[in-house]
């Protein structure tokens, strides 16, 4: 199982490295996650300088895939290059997409008339892509999943941990990212979230 | 203003770049925040390798020091030409340990006979230091702040920005992180949480 976490320049940080962290959880050997980069170091809307764990082209042959977010989104999407390296295909792989990654998977023709979640900023621009946005965190249809708000991350990484290791494990590696003395509390919400997605 | 995040080989993602990600939410002229390392580069828990903004003897004129977590802490405590290299002072900084790194400030004698919060891994070895660890997210006493569990990193970083800026600056970057959808719930909690240790 390889994860691909789509990571760009101009990357935010909470939204990549929180569903790497959660997913590293999962000590199955094969269980493999990465920072899927365009180029071997990207680095970050803040100045961070991460190097890439797999290339671009890696992502198409990923069991999974997070697109990431960032403040350089819109330019990815208008870079017709860098896309034409990215082959997602929700029939054969688990795809999520975090804050303005949403705007990927619209301009990609990924959502379809699904609804989705995005952050505040990129609202508008999913939206002038012809998709709903839903005013909640979590929203996942089939093999499609997307979410809102940097926090909201952790939502992303338990239904990948849920749909391809069970919920215990997604519950358990939620537990173990919780603030002390909230964990309980933290997995309860957390699942209510998920949970409505995974019978479908 | 610069805050230095002590990021050792090892670190776990989640307690040194949301941190990083929430102080950067300050865009005040002299607002610095920095990944400061041992070497120019470090290697995570999880294998992500990041360039280092500061090294770590510049933490000691540092205004505020974050103490990140990570897999390899005990080794740190125990490596005396590290330690040496290091220097605090919660005098004349605002000092704050993120799960293992309240283990850094209980070796370095900083926390006195002031309980702590940390991880439920570190733990034993927090009280094996003779502090006191309570089963709580938070905790600060005059400019010692300590937290536990990955997510609890948000009110760490707030606390410093509450204490620098305010706690309308602190709500604003927390509101800014929170999930679509959970945000004004995610902003007051944060706020209970740190609230009562703004007030001494």
Redesign the interface.
Known sequence: MHIAILTFDGF???DS??A??LL?RIKRPGWR?S?CCPTPEVTS???????A?SLLEEAGTADAVIVGSGVRTREVVDDAALMARLALDPEHQLIAAQCSGTLVLARMGLLGTVPA????TTRPWVQAAGVEVL????HAQGNVAT??????S??LAAWIIARSEGLEAASAALH????????DA?VA?ALGRIGPYLQA
């Open positions: 935010n940080e909470l490295l929180i790497l962290g590293h996650v920072l809307m803040n100045g961070v300088t991460v190097r764990q979640c995005t952050d505040l005013h909640q965190p979590f979410a809102g708000g940097c926090l909201a952790p939502y173990y990212v919780a603030p002390v003395g909230e964990k933290y919400n």
